[in-house]
């Protein structure tokens, strides 16, 4: 994981799921050349530069584990999803991997981790390096396990619902809070949840 330091305070963030929900999903992919933003994503990470908010990429790359590719062609995969995301006027705070599978091939990373979602533990660490407010931030992403880590963690969950989904497994931490076609009507959300916190912040503040 590699982060840029945050200004001081405690602020909520974006944590993005990166197959399926912000680039199109192609099995295993670390060539750059085939990464592409997912519809909806270009304008969803500028709208989320113009609020201020951190954006944070949390990843399943269970491709190192099971023998797929080595950890450091991650490193291409970062530089390549920074680019992506200055070309649409955003940074993100954070990428973040988990690496580790209990049925992994590569015996160093055959594991039950605490940060394989559904577990939260991307988003918790993430949160305490760079001081945001988990009870105020979203998750985004194109499967349930991704609502699951959000609401784990503590945060709202949105669903892109684009087909990824194919198991359905439901439970209380696994129903989404909204539901959107891509991630551009998931910015747009979030934009309105945020802004009528807000609101209701400033109105108790002046009574």
């Known amino acids: 994981m590699s982060v840029i330091k945050p200004v001081s305070g405690s602020r909520p963030a974006v944590f993005l799921d990166k197959d399926g929900t912000l680039l199109d999903d192609v099995s295993y992919n670390v060539d750059p050349r085939r990464m592409r933003l997912a519809p909806g994503a270009f304008d969803a990470l500028g709208l989320f530069a113009r609020m201020n908010a951190p954006i944070v990429v949390v990843s399943n790359q269970s491709g190192v584990a099971l023998g797929k590719f080595d950890e450091a062609a991650l490193t291409d995969v970062e ?3 920074q680019e992506l995301a200055a070309g649409a ?5 954070a990428v973040c991997w ?12 055959r594991r039950i981790c605490d940060c394989r ?4 533990g991307m988003l918790e660490r993430v949160a305490y390096d760079l001081q945001f407010d ?7 992403g194109d499967i349930l396990d991704d609502i699951e880590a959000g609401h784990r963690a503590g945060c709202g969950a949105v669903l892109i619902d684009n087909g990824n989904e194919t198991v359905w497994q439901r439970g209380p931490l696994r129903e989404p809070d ?3 076609q891509n991630m551009l009507e998931a910015a747009r959300i979030i934009e309105r949840v945020w802004r009528e916190s807000d609101e209701h912040n400033r109105a108790e503040s002046a009574t």
Request: charge should be positive.
């Open 117 to 120: 979602k559904p577990a939260p």
């Open 178 to 180: 909204a539901v959107a």
């Open 98 to 109: 988990c690496v580790h599978h209990p049925e992994g091939r590569v015996a160093r990373y």
């Open 89 to 93: 006027g955003a940074r993100l705070a």
């Open 134 to 140: 988990l009870s105020g931030s979203w998750m985004v």
């Open 79 to 81: 530089l390549r999803l």
